[in-house]
Every structure is written in C-alpha cells, then in structure tokens.
Nanobody
Framework: QVQPVESGGGLVQAGGSLRLSCAAS????????MGWFRQAPGKEREFVAT????????NYADSVKGRFTVSRDNTKNTVYLQMNSLKPEDTAVYYC???????????????WGQGTQVTVSS
C-alpha cells in the first residue's frame, strides 16, 4: 500500500515551466506503476502520463507529448512530472496515482493523492 502526496503546483505564465512531485509513503513504492492525471473545472479526469515500476517505460497523452516528462526516483519514493512550454489549457488539478501496471485509464489506479493546482495564465 502507498499513499501519494503531490506538490509543486502553482501559477505560471504561458510558455513557462513547473515540476510536480509525488512523494509516496510505503515500502512497496517500487512495485507500482505511477500515473499523472488532471482534471479541469467541469471536465472529466484525463490521462497525462504514466511510468512503469523501474522507470524505463513511459507513455504520454498526445496533448502533452514533447512538452512533459515523467520520471521517478525509487530511492526517494518519488515520481516527477516536468512540464515545459505550458499552455492555458494545461490549467487543472493534477493527481498522482499508483497502479499495478501502466495504464492511461484511471480504473487500475488504486491509490490517489489529493491533487495539486496548476494554473497557466495567458
């Protein structure tokens, strides 16, 4: 069992960068694939990126491919989301989840953090 806690959100101008962190308690962190999802007001939660347990496989939503990079450090029980060239449409609450396998679907994720707000101004 793991408990993710996101941090690093904030307000940034379009074209800027942010790095989100997701620190997960629990000794089993290295057994889980991790994913980033986001939810904008009035919209469904959507997939952003996922990374496998070892960090050598990743997958991204088309909308963020080439701009966002997901990585993890299992020695620190932390997964990161580096977000560059941010756009106003990236504004959302970003959530980190833990799953038994990589997935762009939210269903396999058993554990979720509370979310961190990212706001991109134009």
């Amino acid at each position: 069992q793991v408990q993710p806690v996101e941090s690093g959100g904030g307000l940034v101008q379009a074209g800027g960068s942010l790095r989100l962190s997701c620190a997960a308690s629990g000794r089993a962190f290295g057994n889980y694939a991790m994913g980033w999802f986001r939810q904008a007001p009035g919209k469904e939660r959507e997939f952003v990126a996922t990374i496998n347990w070892s960090g050598d496989k990743t997958n991204y939503a088309d909308s963020v491919k080439g701009r966002f990079t997901v990585s993890r450090d299992n020695t620190k029980n932390t997964v990161y989301l580096q977000m560059n060239s941010l756009k106003p449409e990236d504004t959302a609450v970003y959530y980190c989840g833990a799953a038994g396998r990589m997935s762009s679907d939210s269903a396999p994720y058993s554990y979720w953090g509370q979310g961190t707000q990212v706001t991109v101004s134009s």
